[in-house]
C-alpha cells in the first residue's frame, strides 16, 4: 500500500488461523493499521492478494469486508452516544423497514447476541453511560451482529484499566473457542505473550 511516493506496506504476507488469537506486533509507524485498514476495506492496496479460506476476494470497501466476515475495532469507537446499546449494535441492520423498526425486536436480538458471547450489559443503556471497557464491547458486538468470524482489534487495550482488560481477554478466549479469528494489534509484549497463539512482526 502507498501513499504517493511512502510505501506503508512492502511485500508484506499475514496468514490467520481459524480459532486462533493472531498478534500483529511492530512499532509505531510499522503499517499494522494500514494493512487492517486494506483488510476491512478502508484502503485499496495498489498490489497483492486477499484470500478467505484460499479463494481470492476483493474488499472495495467495510460493506464488502462485512460480507464476508470481516469485522474491526477501532482505536476510536465509532458509536452513536445518544443511542441505546441494542440501537448501536443492530445499526444498518435493524429489524422492520422505515420509521417502523420494532424496538422491542432489536432488544431481543442484541440480547441474543450478548448472551451468546456470554457478555454482560443491558441492551437498553444509553452508550454515553457506559464506561470505555463496556462501549468497547458493544463495538464487538456490533461487528458480531454482523456476522464477523475474522474480528480485527486495533490496540484495543491502549483506553482499558487492567480489570477491563482481564475482562475482555476471557471474552476474547470464548470468541476464539468458538472459531473466530481475532488479529490483535499490540505492542504490548506481555498480554500478547498472555493471549495470543502466533506472531507476525
Same mark, same amino acid.
Do not use: P, W
Given at each position: 500500500k502507498k501513499f504517493g511516493d511512502f510505501k506503508a506496506n512492502d511485500d508484506v504476507t499475514l496468514k490467520g488461523r481459524k480459532g486462533e488469537i493472531h498478534a500483529l506486533l511492530g512499532e509505531n509507524g510499522?503499517? /499494522? &493499521?494500514?494493512?487492517? &485498514?486494506?483488510?476491512?476495506?478502508? #484502503?485499496?492496496?495498489e498490489e497483492g492478494e486477499i484470500k478467505i479460506n484460499?479463494?481470492?476476494?476483493? =474488499?472495495?470497501?467495510p460493506n464488502d469486508a462485512n460480507a464476508l466476515g470481516i469485522g474491526?475495532? $477501532?482505536? $476510536?469507537? @465509532? %458509536?452513536v452516544e445518544s443511542m441505546s446499546v441494542a440501537e448501536n449494535i443492530c445499526l444498518g441492520m435493524e429489524p422492520g423497514k422505515g420509521p417502523l423498526i420494532h424496538k422491542k %425486536? @432489536?432488544?431481543e436480538q442484541a440480547q441474543e447476541i450478548i448472551n451468546q458471547y456470554h457478555f454482560v450489559i443491558d441492551p437498553k443503556e444509553k452508550i454515553k453511560n457506559l464506561p470505555i471497557g463496556t462501549?468497547?464491547?458493544? *463495538? =464487538? +458486538? /456490533?461487528?458480531? #451482529?454482523?456476522?464477523a468470524r475474522i474480528l480485527i482489534l486495533d490496540e484495543p487495550t491502549a483506553? +482499558?484499566?487492567p480489570q477491563e482488560t482481564e475482562e475482555l481477554f476471557v471474552?476474547?478466549? *470464548? +470468541?476464539?473457542n468458538s472459531g473466530?479469528?481475532? =488479529?490483535f494489534i499490540s505492542h504490548k509484549l506481555n498480554e500478547v505473550k498472555e493471549i495470543c497463539e502466533r506472531i507476525t512482526v
Open positions: 510499522a503499517g /499494522k &493499521s494500514t494493512l487492517m &485498514s486494506v483488510l476491512f476495506g478502508l #484502503y485499496r492496496a484460499g479463494k481470492k476476494v476483493d =474488499i472495495l470497501n474491526m475495532v $477501532h482505536q $476510536h469507537f @465509532m %458509536l %425486536l @432489536m432488544n462501549r468497547q464491547k458493544v *463495538e =464487538i +458486538l /456490533k461487528a458480531l #451482529y454482523k456476522g483506553v +482499558l484499566t471474552e476474547l478466549k *470464548e +470468541l476464539r473466530c479469528t481475532i =488479529i
